[in-house]
């Protein structure tokens, strides 16, 4: 079945440093895509979509691309603030729309 | 304007007791789900409901109902509360309607705390 998979944290960076949080995917057909941000004590928030392959989604500094090739919806931010420390989650709707798939999340800190 | 509400934000209680989550959403979408969410932030989906007709119904005790009045409420009623029950439970909404390609949107999260 559908699936999704996003590396293991805690990450912990410098501010300006550069982020990548890796996701892949197994689905059939052309699902859609998304990072979610959760931040302390709070909701979980969309970041950022994609719905077709090739497609960047971009939020606040945030940029993720839809690669088919390598089922994969990397997470980058050129440079991270104390203000993203937060969980970040992949997750991905399936073909039909009827099941969402969420990655177990990564925490990411940022010290100053 | 809020979007998707939930109530109470925290919940302690007795192991044993009985309560009930409450959601409300104000998008006009037609399905509504309930997450729970451990200490290590792993999200589960428990239920679905679309159009209020369960679609999705993952394996939870069946301490566990859910209740549709109408497709802008979905409550949460749990019976006999376990320790293993206390976490943050959230609710979520979102338009398959629309061919699937929308996104879920979230509550604030009700932390259930079971003494």
């Known amino acids: 079945g559908d699936s999704v998979t996003q590396m293991e944290g805690p990450v912990t960076l410098s501010e300006e440093a550069f982020l990548t949080i890796n996701c892949t995917y197994t689905a059939t057909g052309y699902p859609s895509l998304f990072w979610y941000v959760q931040y302390p004590g709070e909701g979980l928030q969309l970041l950022l979509k994609?719905?077709?392959?090739?497609d960047k989604g971009s939020n606040k500094g945030f940029e993720a691309t839809y690669r088919k090739e390598t089922t994969s919806f990397h997470l980058e931010k050129g440079s991270v603030q104390v203000s993203d420390s937060a969980v970040y989650f992949c997750a991905l709707s399936s073909n039909t729309g009827n099941q969402f798939y969420f990655g177990t999340g990564t925490s990411l800190t940022v010290i100053p | 304007d809020t979007a998707v509400s939930q109530t109470p934000k925290y919940l302690v209680t007795q192991m044993g007791n009985d309560k009930s989550i409450k959601c409300e959403q104000n998008?006009?979408?037609?399905?509504m789900y309930w997450y729970k969410q451990d200490s290590k932030k792993f999200l589960k989906i428990m239920f679905s409901?679309?159009?209020?007709?369960?679609?999705i119904n993952e394996t939870v005790p069946n301490r566990f109902s859910p209740k549709s009045p109408d497709k802008a409420h979905l409550n949460l009623h749990i019976n006999s509360l376990e320790l293993g029950d206390s976490a943050v439970y959230f609710c979520?909404?979102?338009?398959?309607?629309?061919?699937?390609?929308?996104?879920?949107?979230f509550g604030p999260g009700t932390r259930l705390t079971v003494l």
């Open positions: 979520a909404s979102s338009l398959l309607g629309s061919g699937g390609r929308n996104e879920q949107f």
């Open positions: 998008l006009g979408h037609d399905t």
């Open positions: 994609a719905t077709k392959a090739d």
């Open positions: 409901y679309n159009n209020k007709e369960l679609i």
